[in-house]
């Protein structure tokens, strides 16, 4: 894939080292000149000095063949301006936009620029995820693609702990893609039983969060209270 | 008409006060608290005196537009120094609260004349003057009316 990162801050750096690493053809685009001298010193002819909202910046960068466009400058307006543009007027198909202000997250969808990443909600999540009586995370959702994935974490009064995956009743459009314990992941099976302190991955529609947090939620009556009979 | 003007510099400002000036209602919108001193350039009563309104905040900040009053605004006016900032907040004034009549001052040619295409109405300064100086060279009489090459300045006349 063919893609213009346009920022060369510390998120526009190390993405565009990843995706250089993952064999992708990267352009960085920055506007400050000591920054883009820094950068180029490792990236080289990867990262090329412009105003990326200016169009002729983003011609000479390719944008017309470019697979995908990601904007992560610090500057909200830039970040929207650009990513309108390279799906408007040159479109180009992914668009990935950097939220700085969460404030501005309504701007974002209002001028349709899907996805956008916002840092600050991505450690309000994990934050979240701290609290012990909040079970559920949100990682990502795709909006378009109407799924969601999701992660929680088994604490002692989970109600599914020592139950086999294949005996749960996940509700429908849900799907348990992977289990995390002791800091490694795997794909689990249907005799796969359940342990506190995993971490479970689930992707589901929209609006089925409930339904998963009962499941997986503190035991009540109804799903037997740290069962250990299933499995 | 009520307006509402984003951006309060020298543009802004002298818009601000015109319209003021032609009996009509003015709330400017701008970061920097001074900017409210440029309104009252060349006034001999107060901004508010004279009926104004100026309020301190972001064009981007939803809290900011409310207290400016987007909401019954009949035109609004983007003016502010950030090309991408006047496109968005225009486009914002546009969609989410209806504005009859939105305005945005973007002095890159290349993206005005592409929002212009996509509907918004642009003012660009920049094309502007161009326009202005390349007639006014073409409008401009050679040294020597008789020198057909550049090179004969020197010895003209």
Known sequence: MYIIVVGAGKVGWNLARELLDKKHEVTVIENNRRRYLTV????????SYGDASELWVLERAGIQRADMVIAVTGDDEDNMLI????REKYEVERIIARVNNPRNKPHF???????????????????????????????????EEQLEIIEMLLGKDCAVTGRRVGDLKMPEGSLLISILRNGKGFVPGPDTV?????????????GHEEQLKVLFGPGDGSNGNRSDDGG | MFILIVGCGRVGSSVARAMLSEGHEVSCLDEDPESHARLEVGLDKGWEDLGGQFTVGAGLETDALLAAGIENADAFIASTDGDNTN??????????????????????PLRAEWYERQGMHTICPTRVAIDMLESAVR????????????NGAAEAA
């Open chain 1, 40 to 47: 180029e010193q490792e990236l080289e002819h990867n990262v």
């Open chain 1, 194 to 206: 359940l342990e506190v302190g995993d971490e479970v991955l689930a992707v589901l529609d929209p």
């Open chain 2, 87 to 108: 496109i968005v907040i225009a486009q914002i004034a546009q969609r989410r609260y209806e504005v009859p009549t939105v305005i945005a001052r973007i002095l890159d």
């Open chain 1, 109 to 143: 969808d209002l001028l349709g620029i899907k996805p956008s990443v916002s840092a600050t909600d991505l450690i309000l999540r994990l934050l979240e995820h701290e609290v012990p009586d909040y079970g559920l995370v949100h990682l990502l959702d795709l909006q």
């Open chain 1, 83 to 86: 990513c309108q543009v390279a």
């Open chain 2, 139 to 150: 409008e401009g009489a050679p040294r020597s009316a008789g020198s057909p090459d550049g």
